[in-house]
């Protein structure tokens, strides 16, 4: 199996409230994948980081391989969620991909 991590930083323009529904709209539209793309096996994105962190959402995925996070990542219900509810508003973008046993996930 395999874990896709990504922790976004959001563009600094934006009044908390602008913030409060970015999130919203990010945790939504990513978990809102579940079911949708083969070999997905789980989907979770936090919004709510406490003050020592230095990102402000995280996306925490896992994938039963390496083919299904790369049909993933080409996927046209993820790369709406992605053109539509993320890019748009995210200063920056820190991903790790790793292999984890079934014990581990």
């Known amino acids: 199996m ?4 990504i922790l976004w930083k959001l563009k600094e323009e934006f009044t908390e409230e602008e913030i409060r529904a970015i999130k ?4 939504e539209g990513l978990e809102g994948l579940q079911g949708q793309i083969p070999g ?3 989907i979770k994105v936090n919004t709510e980081p406490l003050a020592s ?8 995925s896992l994938f039963v391989d390496e083919a299904a996070l790369n049909g993933y990542s080409v996927h ?3 790369v709406g969620v992605a ?3 993320v890019r ?3 200063a920056s973008r820190t991903c790790m991909d790793y292999e984890v046993s079934e014990e581990q996930a």
């Open 76 to 78: 046209p219900a993820h």
């Open 40 to 42: 997905l096996l789980s």
């Open 53 to 60: 962190s230095n990102c402000d959402v995280m996306l925490d």
């Open 83 to 85: 053109t539509g509810k």
């Open 2 to 5: 395999v874990k896709h991590v």
């Open 24 to 27: 919203a709209g990010i945790k």
């Open 88 to 90: 748009p508003f995210t």
